[in-house]
């Protein structure tokens, strides 16, 4: 079992920048699993929006997010980041981090809200 907390929402205006925290515990990475940050928002459905994989530390980002988020992770912490730069108001949404040890992420915390308007 793996347990996620997620932290760090809050409301700002557009452009500015908030950072994601999702402290993780439990099942220990030793087999590498994928981490990954998911949005939604009101009248959505879910979407993706970045994961690294653990070990290797290599990410991956949704078009819409790309070259404004940075997702990294700290392995000392067991803790993975979602530093998120020139916030529009579309990227409002409650955001949860996940776990994957294969193809499905079966491991999800329960969101953090993040608010973006002037």
């Known amino acids: 079992q793996v347990q996620l907390v997620e932290s760090g929402g809050g409301s700002v205006q557009p452009g500015d920048s908030l950072r994601l925290s999702c402290a993780a515990s439990g099942r220990t990475f030793s087999s590498s699993p994928v981490m990954g940050w998911f949005r939604r928002a009101p009248g959505k459905e879910r979407e993706f929006v970045a994961h690294i994989m653990w070990n290797a530390g290599a990410t991956y980002y949704a078009d819409s997010v790309k070259g404004r988020f940075t997702i990294s992770r700290d392995a000392a912490k067991n803790t993975m980041y979602l530093q998120m730069n020139s916030l529009k108001s579309e990227d409002a949404a409650v955001y949860y981090c996940?776990?994957?040890?294969?193809?499905?992420?079966?491991?999800w915390g329960q969101g953090t809200q993040v608010t973006v308007s002037s």
């Open positions: 996940a776990a994957r040890y294969g193809a499905v992420y079966n491991y």
